[in-house]
């Protein structure tokens, strides 16, 4: 079936079964996200540059973003729009504050110094053929600038096929390309339990190919959060509400820090 289109083909895995899966996999990120400082039980404030720190060259991006950039040189709004799944919905986190789309507007603010507007249309179990049918319905109307669509870890749990999987990417891309929107894709999330339980690389690399035959920047979500773990910044041990929660505020905040860093660079770029 055409990916275009928002087909897939069947899974092996039936709709409780799957449906099953996912909500295990997001518990099990939310657990093993790294712990935050706090007192009391109370949630931790945004992370400092200095927690959330990576190599400089994880985030490097040859391709700018021009349509961003003549917005704010124009002094518009800029109007940047979430497309993903559950982790972009904020799931886990303390409050809908606390998310990774609500603080990239204030990262973004600061870096940009101009004026932004973050909208959210993310929804709860959207892999890449489904995010593919919403475009035109749910994204294109508002005239965004740029998207920042999320994807992956959905359609690896849910078993999409590898192939619809990547199509349905570069079909999604050639819709918002088409309409003169940037693009920023991000990868899947990362913890160690669900590396163990998923085989996540193939669907990595195809989202990474697509990027790259698309000129399109890519936020490497994944090796930031395997950076954080492998660094011993992961507490995998996290079995409290409030343990989860200030874990969950940790990592939305330096995906909004880092996240926001790398597009303001691209907007920066030469084209």
């Not at 083909?9 to 996200?33: H, K, Q």
């Not at 497309?83 to 904020?90: P, V």
């Not at 993310?122 to 109307?141: E, F, S």
Request: hydrophobic share 50%; glycine share 8%; aromatic share 6%.
């Amino acid at each position: 079936m055409n990916a275009a289109a928002g087909g897939m083909r069947p899974s092996a895995r039936s709709r409780t079964g799957w449906t099953t899966a996912l909500v295990v996999v997001f518990a099990m990120v939310a657990a093993a996200l790294p712990a935050a400082a706090g007192v009391g039980g109370k949630t931790a404030p945004p992370d400092s540059a200095e927690a959330c720190a990576v190599a400089p060259e994880l985030l490097a991006s040859s391709y700018p973003l021009g349509r961003a950039a003549a917005r704010l040189a124009a002094n518009k709004t800029l109007l940047v729009v979430v497309l993903g799944s559950a982790s972009s919905l904020g799931r886990g986190v303390s409050s809908p504050a606390h998310a990774y789309p609500a603080l990239l507007e204030k990262h973004l603010s600061s870096l940009l110094r101009g004026r932004i507007s973050v909208v959210n249309r993310a929804a709860a179990g959207l892999t890449a053929p489904l995010a593919v049918g919403r475009i035109d319905a749910d994204i294109l109307p508002l005239h965004p600038d740029l998207v920042v669509w999320e994807s992956g870890t959905t359609d690896v749990v849910k078993g999409v096929d590898l192939d619809d999987f990547g199509e349905a990417m570069l079909a999604g891309l050639q819709k918002l390309y088409a309409a003169n929107i940037d693009v920023v894709l991000m990868d899947a999330q990362y913890s160690p339990q669900t590396a163990a339980m998923f085989n996540f690389d193939p669907y990595l690399d195809a989202l990474h190919r697509v990027g790259e035959a698309a000129d399109s920047v890519v936020f490497p979500r994944w090796e930031i959060m395997r950076t954080f773990a492998e660094d011993g910044r992961f507490d995998p041990a996290a079995t409290t509400p409030g343990e989860q929660y200030r874990n969950a505020d940790f990592i939305h905040g330096c995906i909004a820090r880092l996240l926001a860093g790398q597009i303001a660079e691209a907007i920066k770029a030469k084209p």
